[in-house]
T-cell receptor, first 112, second 118 residues
Framework: AQSVTQPDIHITVSEGASLELRCNYS??????LFWYVQSPGQGLQLLLK??????LVQGIKGFEAEFKRSQSSFNLRKPSVHWSDAAEYFC??????????FGKGTRLHILP | GAGVSQSPRYKVTKRGQDVALRCDPI?????LYWYRQALGQGPEFLTY????????KSGLPNDRFSAERPEGSISTLTIQRTEQRDSAMYRC????????????????FGEGSRLTVL
């Protein structure tokens, strides 16, 4: 069965600094990969997704993620964070039969 | 509707009572998912439907939990004989006008139903 690991429960960065959130997955074939964001008291919103092709995918709000098959990773990056990026970020994985499994999340804190 | 609608938004019940949580997906969306999210945790998969067919119920914790979507639109998640450990946010999501949720790639989540079992 597929699984997702987000090793960092909390990450704190200064406003304007770069960001990388880690995600590792376990799955026998090439999975479909996603990053979602959840602001406090809100639902989840899709940031970006990877199905195939170019391993560097661009998403909304200036985020990008890179699929690295050799490392079973799909890390989320942003060159310069804004205070409004403070939220919880979830990596998710799916195989071809449509069940989408989420990681436990990384909470991002932004220092002014 | 314009978005995924869940009701009730908040439910407080006593241990042993049955509860029914409702999800009204985005009009035309074929796939409907139920997740449970404990505080500080990620969404935990419970079950999902394509049209009225329940495709996977492997995430339902035990036989007290059941879900249905009889006409392929509105879905109900029922928890019988609730226990305190059932307290959580229950989130519904819908996806995919084409019927292929993963290929579409985006789940649209409702605001959730927060269940508290006393």
């Amino acid at each position: 069965a597929q699984s997702v690991t987000q090793p960092d429960i909390h990450i704190t960065v200064s406003e304007g600094a770069s960001l990388e959130l880690r995600c590792n997955y376990s799955y026998g074939a090439t999975p479909y990969l996603f990053w979602y964001v959840q602001s406090p008291g809100q639902g989840l919103q899709l940031l970006l997704k990877y199905f195939s092709g170019d391993t560097l995918v661009q998403g909304i709000k200036g985020f990008e993620a890179e699929f690295k098959r050799s490392q079973s990773s799909f890390n989320l990056r942003k060159p310069s964070v804004h205070w409004s990026d403070a939220a919880e970020y979830f990596c998710a994985v799916s195989n071809r039969d449509d069940k989408i499994i989420f990681g436990k999340g990384t909470r991002l804190h932004i220092l002014p | 509707g314009a978005g995924v609608s869940q009701s009730p938004r908040y439910k407080v019940t006593k241990r042993g009572q049955d509860v029914a949580l409702r999800c009204d997906p985005i009009s035309g969306h074929v796939s409907l998912y139920w997740y449970r999210q404990a505080l500080g945790q990620g969404p935990e998969f419970l079950t999902y439907f394509n049209y009225e067919a329940q495709q996977d119920k492997s995430g339902l914790p035990n036989d007290r939990f059941s879900a249905e979507r009889p006409e392929g639109s509105i879905s109900t998640l029922t928890i019988q004989r609730t226990e305190q450990r059932d307290s959580a946010m229950y989130r519904c999501a819908s996806s995919s006008p084409s019927g292929r949720a993963v290929q579409h790639g985006e789940l649209f989540f409702g605001e959730g139903s927060r269940l508290t079992v006393l």
